[in-house]
């Protein structure tokens, strides 16, 4: 059975060929993605869980060839030239590119895994660690083994927050009537929604998160982070402000929260922390502790096939980074039941989805 996947899943793969084709993963200058030429780690060893056991990829002692061990037991399984992972990293490439179809299988590929004892192109979807690598880290002269998530841009934007858990109550205010709810769901797009609200000098406040562990783990990093996340939907849904960043400018110059922002940037520094959070491996529905599950950070595949790294040394970069390329997204209002105003025990109330994916 020929293995399938889209761009993202065949992107780790093409990660894994790459990292070991180079032996150097090079770290991002700034939030564009720019690579720093004179910043880069050494690859020691790359490891991947697989059917067959945990294998490890390590260099020979000329570094010209790739042995795959099994990490039970110290076992050899192959020695690999060195430059058949470049040739596999350049060939993957072309066809992720080339490629048309959302969901695609790839032969040579394929060939190429079974030699490798590689069954799988993605990681477990639980874990925000896509890849461990051991690194050479020349600053602190120490090889840790990091968990990087990956996140490709050859493909269609990834998805930061997905839609699970994560929707918002607001109680409408003003002069609401039945009339005003029924006009409301009638229309289709939110913002004429909201404008028949406004018109109607009613508006909506927040209310609750409705997912306990969701609410829990937004109070963990800021006690007004909910409150200021409601806020900030509102700038998507009611007024089209897709682009966090530009959600946030908005939401500044209403300052809802009152904050005083003449020298701190409450706003940006707050949404930046879920973002980040977010990134490192916070769930809408798993408790969080703060620990990371990316505990190296973030490595990103460029659209010419370029691989660069945000390490968590680098946390101001890869902070910009998530706030400047991240934006709101509305899933599906069925699936996840919100956007039509309801009435319970007289009052009005409406619920909100929460959805981030990156941007290109």
């Not at 939030?31 to 030429?37: T, V, Y």
């Not at 969901?103 to 192109?121: G, P």
């Not at 408790?287 to 790294?309: N, R």
């Amino acid at each position: 059975m020929p293995i399938t996947g889209n761009k993202g899943e065949w992107s780790e793969v093409y990660v894994l060929f790459k990292l070991l084709a180079d032996g150097k993963l090079f770290v991002a200058a700034d939030e564009n993605l720019s690579k720093n030429d004179d910043a880069y780690y050494e690859i020691l060893k790359v490891f991947r869980k697989e059917n067959v056991g945990d294998l490890i990829f390590a260099y020979d002692d000329e570094a010209e060839h790739v042995k795959i061990v099994l990490e039970r037991n110290n076992e050899l399984l192959i020695l690999v030239p060195r430059k058949e992972f470049k040739d596999s990293a350049s060939r993957l490439l072309y066809d992720i590119l080339s490629m048309k179809s959302p969901a695609f299988s790839n032969r040579m590929t394929e060939e190429f895994l079974e030699k490798l004892h590689c069954s799988k192109l993605k990681a477990p979807a639980s874990k925000k660690t896509d890849i461990k690598v051991q690194i050479y880290d020349v600053r602190a002269n120490l090889n840790p083994v990091l968990g990087f998530s990956i996140k490709s841009r050859l493909g269609s934007p990834s998805t930061l927050l997905n839609a699970s858990n994560t929707n918002i109550t607001y109680r409408v205010s003003g002069a609401v009537t039945d009339y005003i709810k029924d006009s409301f769901n009638h229309l289709k797009r939110f913002q004429d929604r909201f404008d028949l609200l406004f018109n109607a000098r009613c508006g909506v406040e927040y209310e609750k998160i409705d997912n306990e562990v969701f609410r829990n783990n937004l109070l963990l990093i800021d006690s007004r982070l909910p409150e200021l996340t409601a806020s900030l939907l509102v700038e998507y849904y009611a007024f089209g402000n897709r682009a966090v960043v530009d959600a946030i400018k908005s939401l500044k110059d209403k300052n809802p929260l009152k904050y005083d922002i003449a020298v701190h940037p409450f706003y940006e520094y707050k949404f930046q922390k879920l973002l980040s959070e977010v990134a490192l491996g916070m769930t809408p529905s798993k408790p969080w502790t703060g620990k990371a599950d990316a505990t190296g950070g973030y490595i990103i595949v460029k659209e010419d096939g370029e691989i660069v790294c945000y390490h968590l040394y680098n946390r101001n970069e890869f902070d910009e980074y998530l706030l400047n390329n991240t934006c709101f997204e509305t899933p599906s209002t069925s699936r996840h039941g919100f956007g039509k105003m309801y009435k319970e025990n007289g009052e009005y109330f409406v619920k909100l989805n929460i959805q981030i994916r990156f941007m290109k």
